[in-house]
């Protein structure tokens, strides 16, 4: 799920009693008062933890959008444009 705003990362963890990378948290809680550095910080972290899951042998990535669509299409964009993709076929 791309985290872009740490209301809605806060919020969510509550709901499902789930924990959040405090590195993460601490990168969208800074960028609080401008929406696009909320989405770059959290387009960049998915995009190097979706990179780093494939270069440790994820046979594959789904990404679930929850109405964030764009964020996951840049996520996306960025794994296929990095030198260490494994993605080789998109579905």
Same mark, same amino acid.
């Given at each position: ?11 969510? *963890? &509550?709901?499902?009693? $789930?924990?959040?990378?405090?590195? +993460? ?9 401008? @929406? ?13 933890? *979706? &990179?780093?899951?494939? $270069?440790?042998?994820?046979?594959? +990535? ?9 964020? @996951? ?19």
């Amino acid at each position: 799920m791309p985290a872009t705003d740490h209301r809605q990362i806060a919020r969510f *963890a &509550e709901l499902s009693d $789930a924990t959040f990378p405090a590195v +993460l948290a601490d990168r969208l809680y800074a960028a609080r008062d401008n @929406a696009a550095d909320g989405y770059r910080v959290g387009v960049e972290y998915a995009s190097d933890m *979706a &990179e780093w899951l494939l $270069a440790e042998g994820a046979p594959g +990535l789904h990404y679930i959008t929850l109405n964030k669509s764009t964020a @996951a299409l840049d996520i996306h964009r960025n794994v296929l444009a990095s030198p260490s993709s494994r993605i080789l076929n998109v579905c």
